[in-house]
């Protein structure tokens, strides 16, 4: 079962012709995975200061289908790929009712405060299982 996340999009979202930019598409995807993390009963600030574990982008492959407008109510679907000792890999597709606009599939590597390869903590990778678990 995919987390969902719904945005609006606002006027500072989009170019002069009152479509996104491209670019913001990665920030609203952003959003839904934090908040799917945070659903799993953690949140990346207490992540880093708690257990030293933070996540860097490793690979982001995006197609753009068809363009968002200003004023559009979107949904992020996201669902969990795969879950490593090391990275997480996410696939979200961004909707507006029945279009798919875009689709990303996101890989996570698992950083320490050094910014060098970290191992997530088990009891992340159980809670992400969870939420995902029907999926």
Known sequence: MP?????????????AAGIVYHANYLRFAERARTEALRMSGFDQSE???????????????????????????LTIETRLEDISRVSITMRQIIRRDDDTLVTLEVKLA??????????LPKLLCTALSKVFAAD
């Open 3 to 15: 987390h969902t996340f719904p945005i609006r999009v606002y006027y500072e979202d989009t170019d």
């Open 47 to 73: 992540l880093m200061r708690d257990q030293g574990i933070g996540f860097v982008a490793r690979r982001c492959v995006c197609e753009f289908l068809k363009p968002a407008r200003l004023d559009d109510c």
């Open 110 to 119: 698992a950083v320490g405060a050094n910014m060098k390869p970290a191992r």
